[in-house]
């Protein structure tokens, strides 16, 4: 005998269905409860803050990153235990939500609290130095020349500096603290208005909150960091207009829906475009389960009430295509540019990969120095959300659950997440990977929250309620190590020694002098430089640096032991490239991110012979004229190899 889903899945109302003495013990508890949940707060953030101090005195990984997770986890447990738990009021679980999403963003916080660490926050840092300087915003970018072309965060951060009077660094991370605070609360919207319970809204924006992206990369100071929380209050306005029984209600929620989306737009292009695909997938998976709603026969004017709420899906999916096509035909025309040719070249390789039997591709942690204990949670964690996503099927299955279109479509796009995992194994496909776990896990958290709160309550069934609690914080232990572990690399994570070729821990205080000395010089100077470097010359310094390619091979001013073509001496002459700026660092170590100049540095994967660096001294086209500890900076005369280009 088979039975119908609880009709509050079916109509996606949140529902009311909680014990009447649930709330009134959780009330009678809570003057010792919050307490002791905030006191384990601080000091798992205490011992976070140890294990930086210990990553960065040089202790061996295996110290670091015990201290680190014993940290999180210290901070962690407390409030999560209280938000999966069946009891409690929604009010309690929206104060743990807040208390969650504070934990999530300490991590990053911590790693750099004073400036810019991470390769896209010297970018957007000096764009908003720029627009700030120049008074209007679509100012050109040296670092990602893209950003120009999407001012949301510098708007942000120069509104909150002005409102707060911090410095453009502080004002740009209140901006993406409270961003971040807000996308949890989105999160825990959706997963309490699709899966009718506050105690699934909570879970949701707990997995959620634990995604590979969440903790370190969507919390740095970069667009995306911003975006794709508008990107999840999008969904959550829209899903909320869709269940509002008042008309009043739902225009509103849907005009601000548009624009939350509008904001999106102008701010970040792939968080944009998963916005769109988010927003089609939930509207086709509507319009198909409405017409195996008609060939049902349904009379009862569900059918009415469907198409009425599907509609406010469409109006957002719409509204959000013609904002996106009308913004990069007017305003960021290099956008489709810019994004093309990554999916090309990661569907190449990955074909590639395939018919090597993988000895082409990346070799995953190959030079990581994470523990084996952390490696093996990193390859467990997609096997988790694989078996949770099995365990939501055979359940509908099992209790003919039918969910609505919109929870349906969610969950849908959430499944994208196991398709983008083979692209781990391509370089070019690597990052986009890594990028889209952050949108699509919006639809990984309604599956293991519609899991975790709709398994059978009896005790004959797997997993009885006994055990169900214990089960679900093991699992988010699996997500949260595995996740984390799998997101970024070391030396992103952990504020350790300087090694070069990392683009965090390569930073120095010589690389910030000279840029500033430069500037201070020669004003906006237009320099060669390698990819480290590069970094700080262009955010201390407002410098313009050298974007080399096969094109444009400034790299073999110093891969190279000959001069430079007359070719490139005329590209670097006519481009007014004056300076060259060498950390000999790069001479002696190979740079643990496989490159000086990008990916197609013709000494890919070795150091640069020190031979090629010390020649600089004695060449006709090159004489220093800034020289500390370990950088020295170079003059460029290329006029005469130039003209022997143009003679040719």
Known sequence: MTTTAEPAIVADQVSTRTSAAAPQADGQRWWWRWPATVAAASAGTVIIGLSYRLSAQGYSAQVYYIVFWLGLLTAMLPVVARLVAPTGTRVSRLWGVLLFAVITAIPKYLRNPTGPSYHDEYAHWREAIDVLGAGHLFVPNTTIPIVEYFPGTSALTLASHALSGLDIWSSGLIVVFTMHVLGLFAVYLLGESLLSSAR?????????????????????????????????WTLALTALAATAERTRTRRALSCSAVLVAAGCVVTHHLSTVFLIAALITVAMTGAVRQRSDRRRERRDGADAVGRQRLSVWWTTLCATVSLAIAWVALCARPTLDYLSPYFGSSVRQLGSVAETKGHAGRELLATSVQPEWERLLTAAAPAAVLGLAVAAFLLVRRHQIRFQGPTLGLMAFGLAYFISLPFVLAPSGAEGARRSWGFTYVGIALIIAFVATRWPESQRAPFSRRWRQPLILLVFVVLLIGNVGGGLNDPYRFPGPFRWGTDTNSASAEARSVAEQLDGNVGRAWVVSDAYTALQLAAYGGLVIAAPSPGFPAWELTQSDTDPRPELAQMLTTSHYDYLVVDIRMAEQPAFNGHNFGQGDPLLGMATP???????????????????????????????????????
């Open 200 to 232: 699934a809204g909570a879970i949701a924006a707990l997995v959620y909150g634990v995604n590979p992206s969440s903790i370190y990369f969507d919390t740095q100071y970069a667009y995306e960091s911003i975006a794709i929380n508008l990107f999840l």
């Open 610 to 648: 020190m031979a090629n660096l010390t020649r600089l001294d004695s060449v006709p086209w090159a004489s220093r004229v800034i020289s500390t500890e370990h950088l020295r900076v170079y003059r460029l005369k290329l006029d005469s190899l130039a003209s022997r280009g143009a003679r040719g």
